[in-house]
């Protein structure tokens, strides 16, 4: 996999990663979170109030919309879904991001682990 495509997935991941919750899931994802991917990459994701996500890895900064329906994350461009996340949320600052294919089933070693950045 090619470098580009790389951070393009890391970036979903953890943007998915940050809207799945439980509860009010708006609530919970709001905020900012250091994520790391299973080859140990990493970034900051910062979920705002109006809905907006904003995935900095490095030199790559992707902007998105987020929604929550159940427990799977949806990250849109131009009111199109990019990607789709399952929500493990283990407590209010720890989170895991499964990656969804197109079938809505879980991807294999694509886990993004979410931890909320502390003050």
């Known amino acids: 996999m090619k470098?580009?495509?790389v951070?393009?997935?890391l970036s979903v991941l953890w943007l998915l990663l940050l809207l799945v919750g439980c509860g009010n899931a708006s609530s919970s994802l709001e905020g900012e979170w250091l994520g790391t991917d299973k080859?140990?990459?990493g970034?900051?994701?910062t979920f705002n109030e109006d809905h907006s996500v904003l995935v900095e890895m490095g030199l790559l900064n992707t902007s998105y919309q987020w929604d929550v329906e159940d427990d799977i994350l949806l990250l849109?461009?131009?009111d199109k879904v990019a990607y789709k996340y399952k929500i493990d949320q283990q407590n209010k600052?720890?989170?895991t991001l499964q990656e969804l294919d197109e079938e809505?089933?879980?991807g294999e070693g694509n886990d993004i682990q979410l931890n909320r950045?502390?003050?």
């Open 39 to 41: 080859n140990g990459g």
């Open 117 to 119: 950045k502390q003050k």
């Open 3 to 5: 470098g580009s495509e």
């Open 7 to 9: 951070m393009k997935k």
């Open 76 to 78: 849109k461009r131009n």
């Open 43 to 45: 970034g900051r994701v």
């Open 93 to 95: 600052d720890n989170i």
């Open 104 to 106: 809505g089933k879980v």
